[in-house]
């Protein structure tokens, strides 16, 4: 079946604008999480959803970022006032069920440039 | 929260020899290690992964010992070959968590 999926691939932006990556989780999966990963750098953890609510957004860097999932599949992350600090690939994943022993299935990631 | 430290960062084999990549963790209520494979320009992939109650794990020539008391973890490649190549991620979290904490990562690169 189809994977997790992530529009663009590619994102360049100048300073300062309005970005929003999306996210297609694999059918049926009713956790998502956004990560975010550096160069040269382990994903770091931004925010999980279960079903249509964050049950947890203390990843988020600052009130710039904010993510959605208003039918509870389909997500989108947005980033207000873009910094070149922001730059990154966002990688978005899910899982059948949230906790550990659910295993956690990236998508392809958006790279993200901020100039 | 938890930290997780990976080492050593780049790791050159000749192919046919074995890999090691060892990572430490911080919060002694960690109880679930996955490892992850990112080939270049690609989605991290989970390749194996270790709960607490056992101490090691393997699936044909990739293994991973746990060392609860010393808190730390290791990935075990034998026999490497070409296609090994990639970088390798270990992360840690708690059961009834959900949030994995990655290590830095390891680049692997296997001389044919």
């Known amino acids: 079946g189809a994977g997790v999926s992530q529009t663009p691939s590619n994102k360049v932006t100048e300073k300062g604008k309005y970005v929003e990556l999306r996210c297609d989780p694999i059918s049926g999966h009713t956790a998502l999480y956004w990560y975010r990963q550096s160069l040269g750098q382990g994903p770091e953890f931004l925010i999980y959803?279960?079903?249509?609510?964050?049950?947890?957004d203390s990843g988020l860097p600052n009130d710039r970022f904010f993510a959605v999932r208003p039918e509870g599949s389909v997500s989108t992350l947005k980033i207000q006032r873009t910094e070149r600090g922001d730059s990154a690939v966002y990688l978005c994943?899910?899982?059948?069920?949230?906790?550990?022993?659910?295993?956690?299935?990236f998508g392809p990631g958006t790279r993200l440039t901020v100039l | 929260g938890e930290n997780v430290e990976q080492h050593p960062s780049t790791l050159s084999v000749q192919e046919g020899d074995s890999a090691v990549i060892k990572c430490t963790y911080s919060d002694s209520a960690s109880n679930y290690f996955p490892w992850y494979k990112q080939e270049l320009g690609k989605r991290p992939q989970l390749i194996i992964d270790?709960?607490?109650?056992?101490g090691e794990k393997k699936d044909q020539r990739i293994a991973v010992t746990l060392n609860k008391t010393a808190k730390h973890f290791s990935l075990h490649i034998t026999e490497t070959q070409p296609e090994d190549s990639a970088v390798y991620f270990c992360a840690a979290t708690v059961e009834n968590d959900y949030k994995l904490s990655f290590g830095a990562g390891t680049t692997v690169t296997v001389r044919a």
């Open positions: 959803f279960q079903g249509t609510g964050a049950a947890d």
């Open positions: 270790i709960r607490s109650n056992v």
């Open positions: 994943a899910s899982s059948l069920g949230g906790g550990a022993f659910n295993e956690q299935f």
